[in-house]
């Protein structure tokens, strides 16, 4: 129903920046609740950041002040900004899409993810 594609991972020294992407298809964009997360070697996939159909914004604290999320809905593309990059935010970084209806239904979908190597 919805497809997430991420791109713009890489690798880059400490200090850097990087902006990710995730390019929506297959439904209303604009009604999804939209997040990145990222998944270290051996570790949990952890929340990084959430933007809202009504761009509301939330970062967790490690990134905040760092990271920008933003969205395009007439591109339907959801962007991470990633500024001043820090060793341990090495990751694969996946792109997340949730929507609760009225009903009740629940729906949540997730990219293949894309590569950050923060390197020094």
């Known amino acids: 129903q919805v497809q997430l594609v991420e791109s713009g991972g890489g690798l880059v020294q400490p200090g850097g920046s990087l902006r990710l992407s995730c390019a929506a298809s297959?439904?209303?964009?604009?009604?999804?609740?939209m997040g990145w997360y990222r998944q270290a070697p051996g570790k949990q996939r952890d929340l990084v950041a959430t933007i809202t159909s009504g761009c509301s914004t939330k970062y967790v604290d490690s990134v905040k002040g760092r990271f920008i999320i933003s969205r395009d809905n007439v591109k339907n593309t959801v962007y991470l900004q990633m500024n001043s990059l820090k060793p341990e935010d090495t990751a694969v970084y996946y792109c997340?899409?949730?929507?609760?209806?009225?009903?009740?239904?629940?729906?949540?979908?997730w990219g293949q993810g894309t590569q950050v190597t923060v390197s020094s």
């Open positions: 297959g439904s209303i964009f604009s009604i999804y609740d």
């Open positions: 997340n899409a949730q929507k609760r209806t009225i009903g009740g239904a629940y729906y949540n979908y």
